[in-house]
């Protein structure tokens, strides 16, 4: 029981260094974000240009696919939808980044958003490994480890 106990943990605490790695890779892209003239600068270059180009007539949602690669926030695809993306789809990524665009968005609207959600998505990292970390404590703890 001790052995698989430990093991849990030690799971739990390799959960909240990935989840702890995708903070700090999104709060330099945050950062990337902010420091820019333009997004069309970004890594989010395309997020912006689908949301430009597909919210003309109504509202849209745009989804960048992340990954986390060596540290860095990777753009693996963009794409508009309506509604929510299905778990499995959720969970090949390390994290999805939406914007609700209105029509005739302006730039810094777009990009006030862009950095509320990756701020978000930043806090959300950071509460799940923290959580990961309590609960390995509280396994550790219950072994006396």
Request: net charge negative; aromatic share 6%.
């Amino acid at each position: 029981m001790g052995s698989e106990t430990t093991d849990r943990a030690m799971c739990e605490r390799e959960n909240a260094d990935e989840y702890e790695t995708l903070a700090d890779a999104l709060e330099e892209l945050l950062a990337e974000v902010g420091a820019a003239d333009s997004i069309g600068e970004t890594r989010l270059s395309t997020l912006f240009y689908e949301a430009r180009t597909n919210s003309a007539e109504g509202t849209a949602h745009v989804t960048a696919f992340i990954d986390v690669e060596d540290g860095v926030a990777v753009v693996r695809d963009v794409k508009l939808r309506d509604g929510q993306w299905s778990g499995e789809t959720r969970a090949k990524y390390d994290a999805l980044l939406s914007v609700l665009v209105e029509p005739l968005m302006d730039s810094s609207e777009f990009k006030e958003t862009l950095r509320y959600n990756i701020q978000y998505l930043i806090r959300g990292a950071r509460k799940n490994a923290a959580e990961c970390r309590r609960r390995a404590d509280d396994l550790e703890a219950a072994t006396g480890e």
